[in-house]
């Protein structure tokens, strides 16, 4: 039987074994700038004024690894990691972990059966961000996911701009698996970041020819439980990522991943909410040109 393009079309874009489908709708948020100053200190760290103007100090004919060989050093580098973790644990996993308690991914018949025990939710996230630096004139890359290139399927990706992204200096998108309807993430400055389905939406650069530089950092967030709660027989309704699903290319890089652990039914404290900790530390670091 030969597939047409609508059939094709419908398995790209099924959500059929795909964990917490509800939470990769494309979204964005705001953060504070000034809890947050990412975008200050990483020029920082890379000893720029205006991270838009890294091409007046680095230009084309010059080697981006010269001027990102700063963060090969982990003294030198540890403000902005620092900022970054603290972006990351404080600001990005509460946002995402409010939304799956609206939509109800942590249920499961399962777990209705753990009485008395609460839920160990793990949170795994890349330990450093991917930082792209696009310069004008700097070259395209072609429509990728990031399941194709390693990443598991559970990922749900961020893209945090820098500086102000328009125009062809954008990351382009499409909004939904196999739709093809790109779109560029704007932003006119820093304090705006993107949550979409990285893994399975194909997003590209284009040749910039813009008169800025682009900078943004992008990392991955998977949810899943923590390991006491497999000892029960596998539940078709579990929407978190299963371990099979969580192991990928780059869980076999040592630090590449570091993990929160947020628990959801612990003991009545003297404050609202869930306890989350951070049980390992991790120093990987990922720099992309």
């Known amino acids: 039987m030969v597939s047409t393009s609508s059939d094709i079309g419908f398995h790209i874009g099924s959500s059929y074994g795909v964990p917490y489908p509800t939470l990769r709708h494309e979204s964005s ?13 990483l020029a920082d760290t890379l000893g720029v ?8 100090e ?22 902005f990691h620092h900022c970054f973790d603290s ?30 025990k609460p839920q160990s939710i793990i949170y795994r996230y ?3 961000p991917s930082i792209n630096i696009v310069r004008p004139g700097e070259s395209s890359t072609d429509p990728h996911c990031d399941l194709a290139q390693g990443h598991s399927m559970g990922s749900i990706s961020y893209h945090i701009p ?8 954008a990351i382009y998108t499409e909004g939904r698996p196999g739709r093809e309807d790109w779109h560029p993430l704007v932003t ?19 040749k910039n020819e813009t008169d800025i530089t682009r900078v943004s950092l992008n990392f991955r967030i998977v949810i899943t439980r923590a390991q006491d709660c497999h000892d029960i027989d596998f539940d078709p309704d579990d929407q978190l990522c299963c371990p099979e699903l969580l192991e990928d290319k780059f869980s076999q890089i040592p630090n590449f991943y570091d993990e929160v652990e947020v628990k ?26």
């Open 264 to 289: 959801i039914g612990d003991t009545q404290r003297s404050f609202p909410g869930p306890v989350a900790t951070k049980y390992r530390s991790k120093n990987s670091i990922s720099v992309v040109g």
């Open 58 to 79: 680095c230009p084309l004919k010059k080697d981006k690894s010269r001027l990102l060989k700063t963060l090969q050093n982990r003294g030198k580098r540890r403000n």
């Open 49 to 56: 004024e205006d991270l838009s103007q890294i091409h007046k």
């Open 29 to 41: 948020f705001l953060y504070d700038t000034e809890s947050y100053p990412l975008a200050k200190v």
């Open 188 to 206: 006119k400055s820093p304090g705006l970041g993107f949550q979409f389905d990285g893994a399975r939406c194909l997003h590209f650069n284009l």
């Open 162 to 169: 820098l500086t102000a992204t328009y125009g062809t200096n």
């Open 87 to 116: 972006f990351v644990i404080s600001q990005v996993i509460p946002l995402l972990h409010s939304q799956g308690l609206a939509k109800g991914i942590f249920h499961t018949n399962r777990h209705q059966l753990r009485k008395g």
């Open 126 to 128: 890349q330990a450093f």
